[in-house]
């Protein structure tokens, strides 16, 4: 990393506007904090009398969870706010909504929304750090990092990494995220899953597309499997779950064909027996869970980044 | 003679009657006549030394949204936006509320146009309601004024109604306009479908929505003999049908918009819904192609697709964000950028802007010949400014050029012989 490096992101809106320096520090920063949920009294005063509204416009339990233990682990004071429908067709819009809630002041607003670009639409009219939990099929950053630090922790680097990804990529906010991602800090990035489920021009985003996932998942040393929704199968994207699991879910005998010491990925939750077979999930190459603790240890090190904290405080606290 | 105007020293270019020349033009009486030796003591005279004195420009696709939606724009500033832009007449879209779908609505656009900035020439809908269930009545509407058909705003789905609609127009000597879109292939889609849609995670659509449907839409002009005309086109693909349609001799006319060959879906970057519209900015390839078939004539016009809007229906997420850019006050500028390139000549481009509309929807205007009625455009194809939107005449303050620099303009709109614009 560079002498004199800042973090100077007032907004976490994708992993498209960090860099490779600024990925790092959000990772050695989420390493400082992870230490603090580890201990006895899980909390550091390091966010006290800070705002922060977790703005949800989609059920998301997990996510919405992890930010707000991290939030409180942080000191911080959380505000849950959940819509069942978008704003559009409740009559008020985004901004209006946003507006009513900058002026209550809070410090950072958590928004998760189904439709792409809301948290860029959000961070141009109010005052507030805006921290993208999730647009529409676009990205979901804090997932991204959360992935690369899982990696991290057991590869080192992300360097010369062959990563697969396999599923539903077009559909995949987390996939958007974790392809930038991945490839800004030099990993190699195939993809493989039915055409139908492939975005245009994904190639010129630097990953590798495999018609047969068995080339995306040779010699890879991680293999992330994606959610497949259910409703996939209305959209005419694939004829049934079933016939996806034979041709794309994870299985021991797909996985003989990734490096011994491959890591074995997912978003979740999991379709168990669809995108990925339980024993998979649950094997000792599977680091789901590693996954989901690195998530609450990334949104502490978000929360405090965006707020210009530039040494985490954890020694503060206890 | 009563009431002369002369126009004195300009470039007159008018391709109908073959000139391109340093001329004085003689208006009076709303007409053109022809320029005597000695000048009036009572003349007018107008200075157009160094500008070009161009047949009125005419847009034969604009949105004035009267009735119904005057929140965004009405006849009255749309019109004002036309002079401005160089227009000395628009032809207006049906999409109103309600639908200009009978004589009833036509009259009243025609009745809130007089005494405006610029003519303005109602379409009529292709089906009742636009809803592409059954006819409009052609008849009542041909009366009460409209000079073509459709349902611009949404294709029409159903084949046999469009078949149906090419054979009735051609009864009443119709142009059946078509907005070309195969409605399945786009399902909910926000802007091309590319790098772009992939890296904003915006669902696509793809060229080949466009496409497909004008082949179907020459197909059926061929089955019937009617005139079709392809509006706003986008893309290669459909430019290739077109090109093809016209070698085997379908009555077929085509119009394309500046922002299609000024930009691409580039522009949507950022989530700028002034950059959303339909059919979507397309990418590089496809605004060379369109830059080509302006130049070779697989395109007939230039139109502007000028669709304002409020703030409301654009400040939003951009998935819910409305189609549309205004474009009246930019078209000549963002044309004149095409002259300057040598994509097109000084001649072709008032082709595309005057004659060529004119011809497609068969109405006065488009020359200078002697006689012919005084819609005159006056340009200074030097002057340089910055588009600002909220300088424009038009309530509709969305377009993806605000704050461009641009360099030439109209500086001068004579409709019926009368200075309806002057900067």
Known sequence: ?318 | MDGLIILKGGRVIDPVNGRDEVADLWVTDGKIVASQAETPADAKVIDATGCWVVPGLIDIHVHLREPGQEYKENVASGTQAAAAGGFTAVACMPNTTPVNDNGSVTRLILERAEGCAARVYPVGAISKGSKGESLADYAEMKEAGIVAVTDDGMPVVDSQLMRRAMEYAASHKLVVMSHSEEEALVRNGCMNEGLNSTRLGLRGIPAAAESIMVYREVALAELTGTHVHIAHVSCEDALAVIRLAKQRGVKVTAETAPHYFTLTDDAVLGYNTNAKMNPPLRSEKDREAIRAALADGTLDAIATDHAPHSVLEKELEFNYAANGITGLETSLSLTLELVRQGVITESRMVELMSAGPAGIIGVEGGQLGEGAVADITVIDPEMEYVFTAEASFSKGKNSPFNETKMKGRAIMTLVDGEVKYRL
Request: glycine letters at 8%; aromatic letters at 4%; proline letters at 4%.
């Open chain 1, 1 to 318: 990393m560079q002498e004199n490096y800042n973090f100077k992101h007032r907004h976490i809106l994708g992993l498209e506007q960090m860099s490779a320096d600024d990925i790092c520090h959000v990772i050695n920063t989420a390493r400082s904090f992870k230490e603090v949920s580890a201990r006895p009294i899980k909390k550091v005063p390091t966010l006290r009398g800070k705002t922060i509204v977790n703005f949800f416009f989609e059920p998301s339990t997990r996510t919405r969870l992890s930010f707000e233990i991290a939030a409180k682990r942080m000191s911080a004071d959380t505000f849950n706010i959940s819509a069942s429908t978008s704003s559009a067709t409740k009559g008020e819009t985004l901004i209006d909504t946003a507006r009513n809630l900058q002026a209550m002041n809070p410090d950072i607003i958590i928004l998760r929304h189904s439709s792409s670009g809301a948290p860029h639409l959000l961070a141009r009219n109010v005052q507030a750090s805006i921290i993208n939990a999730g647009d529409g099929t676009h990205e979901h950053p804090s997932q991204g990092l959360l992935d690369i630090m899982t990696i991290m922790e057991h590869k080192g680097s992300l360097a010369g990494l062959k990563i697969a990804i396999i599923g539903d990529i077009a559909h995949s906010r987390v996939a958007g995220s974790d392809i930038r991602g991945f490839t800004t800090l030099g990993a190699q990035v195939y993809l493989a899953g039915p055409k139908t489920f492939m975005p245009a021009a994904i190639e010129q985003m630097g990953a590798v597309v495999c018609e047969d996932v068995r080339d995306a998942v040779r010699d890879a040393d991680v293999v992330m499997a994606l959610r497949i929704q259910q409703e996939r199968q209305n959209d005419s994207l694939i004829p049934s779950l079933r016939e996806y699991a034979v041709c794309y879910g994870i299985n021991d005998r797909l996985l003989q064909l990734a490096k011994d010491d491959v890591l074995v990925m997912h978003p979740g939750p999991i379709n168990r027996g669809v995108e990925m077979n339980p024993d998979v999930a649950d094997g000792a190459r599977s680091v789901i869970l590693d996954q989901v603790t690195n998530g609450v240890a990334v949104r502490m090190a978000l929360l405090y980044l965006v707020l210009g904290g530039d040494k985490p405080g954890v020694e503060q606290g206890g």
